[in-house]
T-cell receptor
Framework: AQSVTQLGSHVSVSEGALVLLRCNYS??????LFWYVQYPNQGLQLLLK??????LVKGINGFEAEFKKSETSFHLTKPSAHMSDAAEYFC????????????FGDGTTLTVKP | KAGVTQTPRYLIKTRGQQVTLSCSPI?????VSWYQQTPGQGLQFLFE???????NKGNFPGRFSGRQFSNSRSEMNVSTLELGDSALYLC?????????????FGEGSRLTVL
């Protein structure tokens, strides 16, 4: 069984500030981990993925995440927030190379203040 | 390359009716998954189809069903609609063949049940 916990349903940062969105996972097998972003009235778009290669993963729009097995975490960061980053972010876990059945966290809404 | 296409984008039904939603995956993708997204329950996995066979199934009642055609297009059907079925239904496709398995989402079909 797998599960994902996203700490903080709402995060607010100022433009230019560090973005940190937290994700902890539980998986009985080596996990594949993903971060997705959803803008209003749209589907989800992949930001980045961890697939047991490098533990520091770089994604689109300046986001990156670090896989820490000892902490079962996969937190998403961005050094400097931009207004266009305001959206809902989802962490997801999949048990194998087939992501068809992914388990998603509850999501974190990111607000960026001018 | 065209993305995942879902139709219709919006629809309104009344309790007791049934609804069919359609999804056309990215060309070459053989896996199609369906998710229900609601404010209270978040993203919940409905089912996944691969090569016209249901490969995974979530914890939804039998009123929720789906199928996949030989061209990988998929439909999901909800019979005897209930108020609680109001949601954004997201379809996602993936390569599901040796790749790390990211999901490519459509923009969703927003169902309102009155």
């Amino acid at each position: 069984a797998q599960s994902v916990t996203q700490l903080g349903s709402h995060v607010s940062v100022s433009e230019g500030a560090l973005v940190l969105l937290r994700c902890n996972y539980s998986s009985s097998v080596p996990p594949y981990l993903f971060w997705y972003v959803q803008y209003p009235n749209q589907g989800l778009q992949l930001l980045l993925k961890y697939t047991s290669a490098a533990t520091l993963v770089k994604g689109i729009n300046g986001f990156e995440a670090e896989f820490k097995k000892s902490e079962t975490s996969f937190h998403l960061t961005k050094p400097s927030a931009h207004m266009s980053d305001a959206a809902e972010y989802f962490c997801a876990v999949s048990a194998n190379t087939n992501a068809g059945k992914s388990t998603f966290g509850d999501g974190t809404t990111l607000t960026v203040k001018p | 390359k065209a993305g995942v296409t879902q139709t219709p984008r919006y629809l309104i039904k009344t309790r007791g009716q049934q609804v069919t939603l359609s999804c056309s995956p990215i060309s070459g993708h053989r896996s199609v998954s369906w998710y229900q997204q609601t404010p209270g329950q978040g993203l919940q996995f409905l089912f996944e189809y691969f090569s016209e066979t249901q490969r995974n199934k979530g914890n939804f009642p039998g009123r929720f069903s789906g199928r996949q055609f030989s061209n990988s297009r998929s439909e999901m059907n909800v019979s005897t609609l209930e108020l609680g079925d109001s949601a954004l239904y997201l379809c996602a496709s993936s390569l599901s063949q040796g790749a790390p398995g990211e999901l490519f989402f459509g923009e969703g079909s927003r169902l309102t049940v009155l």
